[in-house]
């Protein structure tokens, strides 16, 4: 089945230190983001990439990186410097050309999330 | 920069009732998506609209576009308890061959049976 695998589920850090979080797609998307989601509120972009090799800030990505090495992994470092680690993280793909004659347009498709916890 | 509100954050509602949960955008858009999340959990796409005037429907939702007032809506027709959950509009803006999906608050939909 194809989809979007984010790792791990829960992960905990000690404030500090830097952490990386997964994200692996299997869809043959070229787009993959990175969103954050805190507490009552909606989603926030940190980082997003349309292409191997190059990715764009988003709204938020201060205290954070990114790297596109593979099509098919966009992983995210949250670096000692971003003041509020502590959310969930949402990964998602999408296709660059969402406009499929057959099957319509074709939303993002999220992972499961990660939920981060520094202390 | 783009602002994408919804209205209202919080909707308590009974059983069998109707309600309408409001997107208003700041800036013209490509597209606008309709999301559902549960709680704990990732999205989940409901709808997509493109165009002026598209509406979408699936069992009890009913979402629509009218991008000269920059609105979307998503009404609910009959609720039932299965529809308990946060729903999220996001809208499209391409800028430069750069696509940025920026989403609304979110609106915490709880059915009271």
């Known amino acids: 089945d194809g989809g979007i695998t984010q790792s791990p589920k829960y992960l905990f850090r000690k404030e500090g230190q830097n952490v990386t979080l997964s994200c692996e797609q299997n869809l043959n998307h070229d787009a993959m983001y990175w969103y954050r989601q805190d507490p009552g509120q909606g989603l926030r972009l940190i980082y997003y990439?349309?292409?191997?090799?190059?990715?764009q800030k988003g709204d938020i990505a201060e205290g954070y990186s990114v790297s596109r090495e593979k099509k098919e992994s966009f992983p995210l470092t949250v670096t000692s410097a971003q003041k509020n680690p502590t959310a969930f993280y949402l990964c998602a793909s999408s296709p660059v050309d969402r406009l499929d004659i057959d099957t319509g347009p074709s939303p993002l498709h999220f992972g499961n999330g990660t939920r981060l916890t520094v202390t | 920069e783009l602002k994408v509100e919804q209205n209202p954050l919080f909707l308590s509602m009974q059983e069998g009732k109707n309600y309408t949960i409001y997107c208003n955008y700041s800036t013209t858009s490509d597209r606008l998506y309709w999301y559902r999340q549960d709680p704990g959990k990732s999205l989940e796409s409901l709808f997509v609209?493109?165009?002026?005037?598209a509406v979408k429907q699936e069992g009890r939702l009913m979402a629509s576009l009218d991008t000269k007032a920059r609105l979307s809506t998503l009404h609910i027709t009959a609720a039932v308890h299965d529809l308990s959950a946060t729903y999220f509009c996001a809208v499209l803006v391409s800028n430069f061959g750069n696509e940025k999906l920026t989403f609304g608050t979110g609106t915490r939909l709880t059915i009271i049976p």
């Open positions: 990439s349309q292409i191997v090799n190059d990715f």
């Open positions: 609209l493109l165009s002026n005037g």
